[in-house]
C-alpha cells in the first residue's frame, strides 16, 4: 500500500478537536443564554409559590365562611374580659394581662381539617376551666404534655414566599416565653391601632370582642365561654359589603427571638393581625408591642420596629416577598393581590374598613 494510502487511513476516524478559544466562545454563550433564562424561572418559581399563598388563603377564607354558617359570625379577633386598661394589650402574666380568652386562628382549626390541634386547645381549656384569670397564649405554652404554643403551624399558616423562622419568641417582660413562630397570615384591624374597634370609622373585618369577667364567670365559680365563636363580625355586620372590605392579608415573620411578629399563639399586632394604617410593604417603621429594634433584615424589605408597650398606638403593615405588594383576602373569601403603591388614605384604609362607608374605586 502507497505511503499516501496508509496516510488517509490512519487519519480517517479523526476529527478536528475545538480550539481553546472556540472553547470560550461556546462557554460565553451557555453563560449568556443561562443569564437570560434565569430569571424567567425566578419567576415561575415565584408564580407558583404565588398560587399557592393564595390558594392558603382561599383556604382560610373557606374555614370563616364556615365558621360562620356554623356560629353565625366570623370569630372574634380575640376575646378579653381584663380590667379597662388592658383592653389592647396582649402579653402574658407578666406584663398583667391575665383575662384573655382565644384568638381567630385556632377557632379555625376544625374547620382547617386539623382535629389534632383543635384537641389540644380543647385540652388546655379544659386544664384552665377552674381558674378566672387565666391567658391562652401564656398558658399552653407551657402546660405539658402538649405545649401547644410551641408547635409550628401546618403549610397552611405560611406563605411560600416568606423565609422560614424556626426561633422561638421569648420576652420575659412581656410573659410570652418559647412561643413558635412562622405565621404569615393576619386578620385586618382596620385602619387605625389596636382600638380600630373601637369606631365605626376604622373598625376592620376582625377585633376585639371585650366583655366582662361577670359576663364570662360561671355563678358556681367556673370559666364561662371563652371562645365566644359567635361574637365576631357577622355578614350584616359589613355594612361597606363582605366583597369591598379585607379580611386577611400577609405579614412577614423574623428570624429574631425577642421580636413578636410571626407567633401564631398570639393576637398580637404583627403576629396574627395587622393594620391598614401603614400601606402594604410599608417603608416606615412597624409599631409594636414585643420588638428587637436593633434588628436588620437580611430578606430586602423594612422589617425594622419600633416598641411601644404602655399605649394603644401600635400598628404593623401587610408585608409580603412578593414582587410589589400583597395578597389579601376579603370578606366574601375572593383574593386579590394589592399594589403597594395603592392610595392608603382613599383605597387601602377603605378596603380595610368593613362600617366606614366608603365609596372605593380601585
Given at each position: ?16 478537536a ?6 470560550l ?10 443569564g ?11 408564580a ?18 364556615n ?8 370569630p ?41 390541634m ?16 387565666q ?10 404534655p ?21 426561633v422561638q ?14 405565621s ?7 385602619s ?10 376604622t ?10 369577667q361577670?359576663k ?14 359567635k ?5 350584616q355586620?359589613?355594612v ?5 372590605t ?21 393576637p ?18 412597624d ?17 425594622i ?29 375572593s ?7 395603592i ?20
Amino acid at each position: 500500500m502507497s505511503q499516501e494510502k496508509k496516510f488517509f487511513f490512519r487519519n480517517a476516524g479523526r476529527r478536528p478537536a475545538f480550539t481553546l478559544v472556540e472553547l470560550l466562545v461556546v462557554i460565553a454563550i451557555i453563560g449568556v443564554l443561562v443569564g437570560l433564562l434565569l430569571p424567567a424561572v425566578q419567576a415561575a418559581r415565584e408564580a407558583a409559590r404565588r398560587m399557592q399563598c393564595q390558594n392558603n388563603m382561599k383556604q382560610l377564607g373557606l374555614a370563616m365562611q364556615n365558621h360562620m354558617d356554623v356560629h353565625g359570625s366570623f370569630p372574634p379577633g380575640y376575646l378579653c374580659y381584663d380590667e379597662s386598661g388592658n383592653r389592647y394589650k396582649t402579653g402574658g402574666w407578666q406584663h398583667g394581662q391575665n383575662e384573655l380568652g382565644w384568638h381567630w386562628l385556632p377557632m379555625l382549626f376544625p374547620f382547617m381539617e386539623q382535629p389534632a390541634m383543635w384537641d389540644r386547645i380543647k385540652s388546655c381549656e379544659a386544664a384552665r376551666a377552674d381558674e378566672h384569670t387565666q391567658n391562652p397564649c401564656d398558658d399552653c405554652e407551657w402546660q405539658a404534655p402538649n405545649h401547644t404554643g410551641r408547635d409550628q403551624l401546618p403549610e397552611f399558616a405560611r406563605c411560600p414566599t416568606a423565609l422560614n423562622s424556626e426561633v422561638q419568641f421569648t420576652d420575659g417582660s412581656y410573659g410570652l416565653e418559647a412561643v413558635a413562630k412562622g405565621s404569615n397570615y393576619a386578620v385586618s384591624w382596620g385602619s387605625g391601632n389596636m382600638l380600630s374597634w373601637e369606631s365605626n370609622q376604622t373598625r376592620g373585618a376582625f377585633g376585639t370582642y371585650y366583655t366582662t369577667q361577670e359576663k364570662i364567670v360561671k355563678s358556681l365559680g367556673g370559666s364561662g365561654d371563652r371562645f365566644q365563636n359567635k361574637n365576631g363580625m357577622g355578614s350584616q355586620d359589613f355594612v361597606d359589603g363582605m366583597s369591598n372590605t379585607i379580611a386577611l392579608s400577609e405579614v412577614l415573620s423574623t428570624d429574631t427571638k425577642t421580636d413578636i411578629r410571626g407567633v401564631w399563639m398570639s393576637p398580637a399586632m404583627g403576629a396574627t393581625i395587622f393594620s391598614a394604617f401603614l400601606s402594604p410593604n410599608s417603608k416606615e417603621n412597624d409599631v409594636i408591642a414585643a420588638c428587637d429594634e436593633s434588628f436588620v433584615s437580611k430578606a430586602g424589605p423594612n422589617l425594622i420596629c419600633t416598641e411601644e408597650r404602655a399605649t394603644a398606638d401600635v400598628y404593623a403593615a401587610a408585608r409580603s416577598l412578593h414582587p410589589s405588594g400583597v395578597n389579601t383576602l376579603r370578606a366574601d373569601g375572593s383574593v386579590h393581590f394589592v399594589s403597594e403603591t395603592i392610595d392608603r388614605v382613599n383605597v387601602w384604609h377603605a378596603l380595610a374598613t368593613a362600617q366606614g362607608g366608603e365609596a372605593i374605586s380601585e
